[in-house]
């Protein structure tokens, strides 16, 4: 009687996409040792390879030879958004998160979700089970910055963008001039332009207002922008950049996390 064949060695591969919304990925699986394994990163939405977290490059397609369980991420980036350096510590983005011009407002974000969605209050916040009374991944004494995956920013444009921090707003705030205007682009929006004190680069940030349920309110007349920090005092809340000029307020303030507001990347 001959002896039963051992059953063939088997790895495990894993291909991971940060971003989503950017591409798409294949090639996960079960494969038996040194099978060439084909694996692709097709971008969408206009966006390209930004690159691969084993090799160098931004191939769209690979082959891979499989000898031990493996993972390998992809990395997208979205086209047409430009860096703007305002001599700052980071390079801002000329528009919103989900805008193609600087004075769309582009798509409102819950603090710590990075798809859209039609209501934000805090029975659908992903952090809570109880609407919003305490929560579980990031708290006072956890997670007090939010992780790339859970950031808007750097899962809907890829690359290196992020959501600001609270001290990057901090040095928008103090180290660029403010100008309030009410056209820009040649269309009738009202925001800022946020204007370098070093050179002559600026931005414009309009003034997006937030969602709350399902409406936009006080679009055109507030901008409430996220950071990547969590308000430790009160873990319900997040900071946010403010602006509003019925009443000249231009500050870092914070806002309960459940609701919809713009983001604006940076970069180093």
């Not at 708290?139 to 921090?165: F, Q, S, Y």
Request: proline fraction near 4%.
């Amino acid at each position: 009687m001959k002896p039963t064949p051992p059953d063939p060695v088997t790895y495990t591969l894993t291909v991971v996409n940060l971003n989503k919304p950017l591409g798409m990925v294949s090639g996960s699986g079960i494969y038996e040792k040194g099978t060439i394994v084909p694996v692709t990163a097709e971008p969408i939405n206009g966006a390209h390879v930004f690159g691969w977290s084993d090799v160098e490059g931004t191939l769209s397609e690979r082959a891979i030879e499989l000898v031990s369980d493996s993972t390998i991420v992809v990395m997208f980036e979205i086209e047409g958004v430009e860096a703007v350096d305002l001599g700052l510590s980071v390079k801002w983005a000329t528009c919103n998160v989900g805008a193609t011009a600087p004075e769309e407002y582009g798509n409102y974000f819950a603090w710590g979700e990075t798809e859209t969605k039609t209501t934000y209050n805090g029975n659908t916040y992903f952090d809570t089970t109880d609407g919003g009374s305490t929560f579980t991944e990031y708290t006072a004494g956890g997670k007090t910055v939010l992780d790339l995956e859970d950031d808007a920013a750097a899962v809907n444009m890829g690359g290196v963008w992020r959501m600001p921090t609270r001290e990057e707003i901090n040095e928008l705030l103090t180290k660029c001039t403010w100008t309030y205007t009410t056209t820009y682009n040649e269309k009738s929006v009202k925001g800022y332009v946020v204007t370098s004190q070093t050179n002559d680069n600026s931005i414009f940030l309009p003034a997006a207002g937030y969602k709350q349920t399902q409406n936009v309110s006080y679009g055109g007349s507030i901008g409430q922008y996220w950071t990547s920090n969590l308000y430790t005092a009160s873990e319900s809340k997040a900071w946010v950049l403010l602006f509003n000029k019925s009443n000249n307020t231009l500050k870092e303030d914070v806002g309960y996390r459940y609701t919809g507001r713009p983001v604006r990347a940076v970069l180093k």
